[in-house]
């Protein structure tokens, strides 16, 4: 059992550039969300799915756009990466609304240059 | 080294000890309030929760106590373990699988 699967791990853009952080998950939960944790923060909130076909922005939705085509899969684009941007991100899916046992990915560490 | 300890509030205890973490929150209408732990280079991994209607709950070494009149939420740890060593927060759910995080607390337990 995989749990959620983020890919890749690692990863070095430079401004301007634009990827796709992906995020996987086989439990097959409803809800799925995406955060940024910076140092010395927690973790804060960028876009959100409540189920395919839904997505809803976060906290800190700016300069980053998802789509849920798929129950199982929750992409996270960068459209054209800013310093800012440096960051761990991490994805998260759970079974309910309020999502209080959610599962998290081990993230992905982000250096824009 | 793991770059989210930064500037976080340090609590240090000897093993064996009981361990007390302390977070307030600001959204009284929120349902749950929750704890993770984030070992170094990992995410987030739930420990427990408790609902707005509660004001205590126990698990597995673990005990939250939730006071919403001054809106703090603490976690306290028995017989703290090395294994505990970690950064812990708290979180208030807030709809729809949103979750807003606290800043983190960093439990260090020396042997």
């Known amino acids: 059992n995989a749990g959620v699967t983020q890919t890749p791990k690692f990863q070095v853009l430079k401004t301007g550039q634009s990827m796709t952080l992906q995020c996987a998950q086989d439990m097959n939960h409803e809800y799925m969300s995406w955060y940024r944790q910076d140092p010395g923060m927690g973790l804060r909130l960028i876009h959100y799915s409540v189920g395919a076909g839904i997505t809803d922005q976060g906290e800190v939705p700016n300069g980053y756009n998802v789509s849920r085509s798929t129950t199982e899969d929750f992409p996270l684009r960068l459209l054209s990466a800013a310093p800012s941007q440096t960051s761990v991100y991490f994805c998260a899916s759970s079974t309910r609304a309020g999502g209080t046992e959610a599962f998290f990915g081990q993230g992905t560490r982000l250096t824009v240059v | ?111």
Request: glycine fraction near 10%; charged fraction near 15%; proline fraction near 4%.
């Open chain 2, 1 to 111: 080294g793991e770059s989210v300890g930064l500037h976080l509030p340090t609590l240090s205890v000897q093993e064996g000890d009981n361990s007390i973490i302390n977070c307030a929150y600001s959204n009284s209408a929120s349902d749950y309030f929750i704890w993770y732990k984030q070992e170094s280079g990992k995410g987030p991994q739930f420990i427990i929760d408790i609902r707005s209607n509660m004001d205590k709950r126990q698990g597995q070494r673990v005990t939250v106590l939730l006071n919403k009149t001054v809106k703090h939420l603490s976690l306290q740890i028995a017989a703290t373990q090395p294994g505990d060593s970690a950064v812990y927060f708290c979180a208030e759910n807030s709809g729809y699988s949103t979750l807003t995080f606290g800043k983190g607390t960093m439990l260090l337990v020396s042997p």
